[in-house]
């Protein structure tokens, strides 16, 4: 029977790979990690979709959905790592975003960023997936993230999130 995991050559590895320990749980970067909420605007400029990936069923809490993301390489910025991760896991280019700012889950010793952007005017982007890691990647409706079974640190930061990108926090 084949193995449930990807080869290891075919995973983008660095330094910042590891389990950091906080209080009766862990979390994944030893640096911390990042991730990229990406969203495309109606003309009137509503929220109407972002970019989700459906993760690997053997990554840490596989089969949920949440951004694209990952632990931070050491001296790596959390935005310069989301940006690494959107392009590795979602075939997301860094030229097609336009950054809006940033949302961090800090749990002392371990940091979230969730970098919050648009697509950069002019830019076509066409998440899919480009690594193991991703199950699916795509544009989901705003009004479809919630009935999706998402990671649980996304889920209860979603709300949140869509109110900073439509500009209401």
């Not at 029977?1 to 389990?19: I, V």
């Not at 840490?60 to 910025?77: C, N, R």
């Not at 991703?134 to 705003?142: F, Y």
Request: glycine fraction near 10%; aromatic fraction near 6%; include cysteine.
């Amino acid at each position: 029977m084949p193995s449930p995991f990807p080869p290891r050559e075919t995973l983008h590895r660095h330094a910042g790979d590891g389990w950091v320990a906080c209080g009766d749980h862990r979390h994944w970067g030893l640096y911390g990690a990042a991730g990229l909420l990406l969203a495309r605007r109606a003309p009137r400029g509503d929220v109407t979709d972002v970019v989700l990936q459906h993760r690997a069923p053997w990554s840490d809490q596989g089969g949920t959905w949440a951004v694209p993301g990952g632990a931070l390489a050491p001296d790596e910025t959390p935005l310069d790592g989301a940006l690494r991760e959107s392009l590795e896991e979602a075939a997301v280019p860094p030229r097609a975003v336009h950054v809006l700012g940033t949302h961090v889950l800090d749990h002392g010793p371990w940091a979230y960023t969730t970098v919050l952007a648009d697509v950069a005017p002019g830019a076509d982007v066409a998440p899919a997936p480009a690594d193991p890691e991703s199950l699916d990647v795509r544009w989901v409706a705003v009004d479809d993230v919630a009935t999706l079974p998402l990671l649980p640190a996304f889920a209860a930061a979603w709300p949140a999130l869509l109110a900073r990108l439509d500009g209401r926090a």
